[in-house]
Every structure is written in C-alpha cells, then in structure tokens.
C-alpha cells in the first residue's frame, strides 16, 4: 500500500465517531520496546541500527494487524510526507527527524503505527477517536504479546522494561488524551484544572503551545509514572481524571450559555465572519477561530451535519497537509493565502450561527432543573 | 507567558521537568534558553533539566569514571542526553538509578505486564521444581514406579528450557 493511498483518507481519530469525541478527540497509547544486547538507538552505530531494525521491521509487517499495512523506510519518506505524518500523530516529531536506519509501519485505517528506532528501538502506537484507552491499550497490548514472543525484548526483573529514557522505564506506556476544552478556557478555570491534574502525577500540555497560550484549545492529558503501577492503575487513573476534566468542560459550557452568553455569541460569531471573510490566515488563528466553529457546533449555533466538515479543516490547515494539497512547497505567506481560501471554500454554504435556540434551551434546562431540585428538597 | 529565569522576556521555550518525583514547567525566553545551553545540548546536563536537577549527580555519585561493558557509555554521557546507552546499563550504573527512580516514579519495582517469553521460561522453571519436588517425595515414600515416570517426564523436559529466569 502506497503513502498516498493512505492518506488520502483520513484516519480513524479524526472520523469523530468515538465515545465523548466532541470534547474527547482521540486516545492515544504508545509502548516503548527495545531488545537486549543491542545499544539503544540513540547510542548504537549506524550498522547496530540497521540490523535492529532489519530484525525488527519484518515482524513488525507479519503482524496480522499489519495485513494491509504502509511501511517505509525514514530515508525514503519527503520531509513533507514526514511532516504530514507528525500533524496525523501518527509518527513523533522526533522519529521525523531520522534518517537511515529507522522506519515507521503503520496501518490503513490509521488506527496503529510502529515507529522502528525511534529513541527506543519500538515505539508501537494506537490511536482511535473519542475517550477509549482501554481500546487502544487492547489493540498495542497484543501487538506487543506478538512481537515479545519473536523478539527477546529487553526486561529486567525489577525495572520491567527497560527504555533510553528511565522516565518510561517500567511499563514503557505513555496513555493520553487529547482534549477540546474552549469551555474551561473561555471561563478561566483551564489553568486551575491544569494544576489540580499536575497535582495527581499526570501532565497537560497544550497540543500547540502552552497553557491559557494553547492554540485551538487542544490539550493533551498523560501519564507520567511508568514505574510501579500497573498498566491497568494507570490508565483507570488517567481515565479517572479526563472524565472529571470532561465533566468541568461540560458545566462551564453549561454556565457560558446561562450567565455569558454574549461573551459565547461574540466569539462564536466573530469566528464565523472571520472565516467566512479572510483572505490571508496564519495557522495559530485558524486554529483559534475552528475551534470557535467547533464549540459552536458542540452547543447547537450550527447544524449538526457541518461538524466532520470543520473537525477536517483542523487538519487540512496544518502547514504540511496544505503543502500536500497543494502539491508544491509553499512560502509562509502563500501558506496564508492558500488556508484562508480553503476555509472560505468549505464554509461557502455553511450557515449562520443561531444561539437563540441553545440559549433558551439552556434556560428550560436550568428552570427544569431549579423546580426538580426544588421538589426534592 | 513570561520567562521564568529573566522574568522579563516572552517564554519561547517550554520544557518541562521533574523535580523531587513532581513535574514542574520551565518556560524560558530565546536569551536565556541560550545561555542555559538549551539550544546546544551538548553544552549542558540535559539529564538534569529533564530527570530533575540532581539526576546526573546521583549517577556521578555511583562510581566516577565507570563504563557499560557492553556498549561503552559512561556517566559522563548520561549528564549529557539523559538517557542510558544500552539495557545493560541499568545494571552497571544501578546505584545512582534507585534514587532517581524513587523521584521520578511510583516505586522502583516494576508490577505490570511480564513478557510472554518470561513468563512461560517461568512457568516452565516452576513446573520442573514441581516435578522434582514429587521425585523426591515418590523416593522418600518407596514409590519406586512413579519415580522412574516422574525421572523420565524430568529428563524430557529439561534441554534447553531452563537457561532463562
Ligand atoms: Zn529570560
Ligand atoms: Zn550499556
């Protein structure tokens, strides 16, 4: 199966058909791997890589979850194609940067891909839309069984898995999700969330950019402890918090549209005119103004049916998929140009925002709410 | 968001790191990511800003000068990318590992999946004490016949299946 093939069709994540996934984007599991007696790739030859990775490689692709599978080696990917695989978190930045001697295998429907010496001589990873680790960790979990019984991976009795790094010695596991929360931003509660989740041993960070600086309000929510909890612990933990996160983003939503709801117009309505209207778009503020579109469409201002449409153009905008779309390498300021026409383009026939109904609703909603409360006390 | 060295510049870099088993955000501005050596890692302990300050220190504490057999890497080579250079290296520079894990994670002792080949090797190691186990006792008890078939199930079972533990 060739690059192209794959990407033309988007990936499974980005579907948006998973559990929770208007707030939830996608669940992401990642195991590190490395064999015993061969150096860490970081620190092996460029002959020890190779052999590594000669031996890795066709097991990787005999998996039967690998059936109809893209495989290639780094040397032969574009920069642009590595580009395009790092904006589908389908590769690390960092494998994207590799040269001779590492390779990526990743599936067609988008939902597994096995990064080969990367800072560890495995990366297996799976991703999938909505709030489902446990899914996710089903699907790397076999996958590893599989290949640990072809490959002598390195374990150490009381370490378990050893890794480069011993921030992922353990279980070798790093679980996150990734999160659509303009409702905590919006009302100013995002950085007091951040802290009471930094507070429990897990990490948030912004998608792109850090704290209330977040773009697109995309934040990523993962484990730090890989050592001395189980792979189950720590993913019902993980689990634990960004449904209580989920929970905060729904209330505050909920308060936006009773106590702010001109501020939430505003916004939502500034978006709108800006993206229907622009003629030149910087990638920070596409991200900033569909993510507007994007909670507009979570709260009722726009039919349901535009959703999947605005959910895509997160990703058509991104440098490298522009650059794709385009065919040729494009200078930042035609960058501009090009995004801001692709948005007007997809969103010629979208419809204005409509608050009245979702305010008023909000105003049943709550009335029904007060009487029952009322009732029961 | 401004720099949390000068506190004057806009944040350009953010990092984050462990400090005491607790993450903590450093955000830093172009100059002082410069003069911090973050820009150039060879210029500084990476292992310091990402395991936590102190990290390399613990390792240097474990034996100056100490080379991994197997791959060569040394303690030196740990302050500088903060990773280790082979699977073995965990047990060459294993004193100084202990305390910094203890910062960094839950424990020091590993208690989630075991791979497939280990814990068949395992179950196998028991299977075979088991067996002598009965030997031993089919002997003490004169239960001759049942001894020669638990000799022979043994003498079946063990090449090549105990090297691992
Ligand atoms: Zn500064
Ligand atoms: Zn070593």
Redesign the pocket.
């Known amino acids: 199966m060739a690059l192209h093939n794959i990407l033309a069709e988007s990936g499974e994540w980005l579907s948006g058909d998973g559990p929770q996934s208007h707030i939830v984007i996608s669940s992401r599991v990642r195991l590190a791997r490395n064999l015993r007696n061969f150096?860490f790739p970081g620190w092996a030859k460029k002959a020890d890589r190779i052999a590594v990775l000669e031996c890795v490689k066709p097991q990787v692709e005999s998996l039967p979850e690998m059936a109809d599978a893209y495989s290639a080696y780094s040397q032969d990917l574009s920069a642009l194609e590595k580009q395009v695989l790092v904006e589908r978190h389908l590769v690390s930045r960092e494998h994207a940067a590799k040269g001779i001697g590492s390779a990526v295998v990743m599936n067609r429907k988008q939902t597994l891909s096995i990064m080969i010496n990367e800072e560890d001589h495995l990366r297996i990873q799976g991703i999938r839309s909505g709030l489902q680790l446990k899914n996710v960790f089903k699907l790397v979990d076999k996958v590893d069984t599989a290949l640990g019984e072809k490959l002598d991976f390195a374990f150490h009795q009381q370490y378990g898995f050893l890794t480069a790094c011993p921030t992922n010695v353990g279980t070798g596991m790093r679980a996150s999700a990734m999160m659509h929360l303009p409702g905590l931003v919006l009302s100013e509660q995002i950085n007091q969330v951040i802290q009471a989740v930094n507070k429990v041993g897990l990490a948030v960070r912004g998608l792109y950019g850090e704290g209330t600086e977040a773009l697109g309000n995309l934040f990523q929510i993962s484990n730090q402890i890989t050592l001395g909890e189980k792979e189950d612990e720590i993913l019902t933990r993980l689990n634990k918090v960004i449904e209580q996160i989920l929970q905060h983003e729904q209330n505050s939503r909920v308060s936006l549209l009773e106590k702010k709801a001109v501020l939430l117009l505003d916004n939502i309505g500034r978006a709108y005119g800006i993206l229907r209207h622009a003629h030149s778009m910087a990638s920070k503020e596409a991200l900033n103004l569909l993510s507007c579109i994007k909670l507009g469409t979570d709260l009722g201002f726009f039919p349901e049916d535009g959703r999947l449409l605005v959910d895509q153009l997160f990703m058509e905008t991104q440098p490298a998929h522009l650059q794709k779309s385009s065919q040729q390498k494009l200078q930042a300021e035609e960058r501009d140009t090009l995004r801001a026409e692709i948005i007007r383009a997809k969103l010629a026939k979208f419809p204005k925002p409509d608050g009245k109904k979702a305010i008023e609703r909000g105003r049943e909603e709550r009335k029904e709410k007060e009487e029952k409360d009322g009732r029961t006390e | 968001m401004n720099c949390d060295v000068c506190k004057q510049k806009t944040a350009t870099v953010f990092l984050t790191q462990i400090v005491d088993g607790k993450m903590q955000k450093v955000n830093l501005c172009d100059a002082c990511s410069k003069e911090k050596g973050v820009t150039d890692p060879k210029g500084f302990a990476l292992a310091d800003l990402l395991l936590g300050l102190g990290a390399s220190e613990e390792m240097e504490r474990s034996g100056v000068g100490q080379k991994?057999p197997?791959?060569g890497?040394s303690q030196a080579d740990f302050k500088k990318t903060g990773r280790?250079?082979?699977s073995?290296?965990y047990e060459?520079f294993s004193e100084g590992l202990e305390a910094m894990l203890k910062g960094m994670h839950k424990g020091t002792t590993h208690t989630g999946k075991v791979p497939q080949r280990l814990l068949k090797a395992r179950q196998h190691a028991e299977e075979l004490k088991r067996l002598q186990r009965e030997l031993r006792k089919a002997v003490d008890d004169e239960k001759y016949e049942t001894a020669a078939e638990l000799r022979d199930r043994i003498k079946h079972f063990e090449p090549g299946n105990t090297g691992a533990t």
Do not use: H, K
């Open positions: 150096s | 991994c197997m791959c890497f280790f250079g082979c073995n290296c060459v």
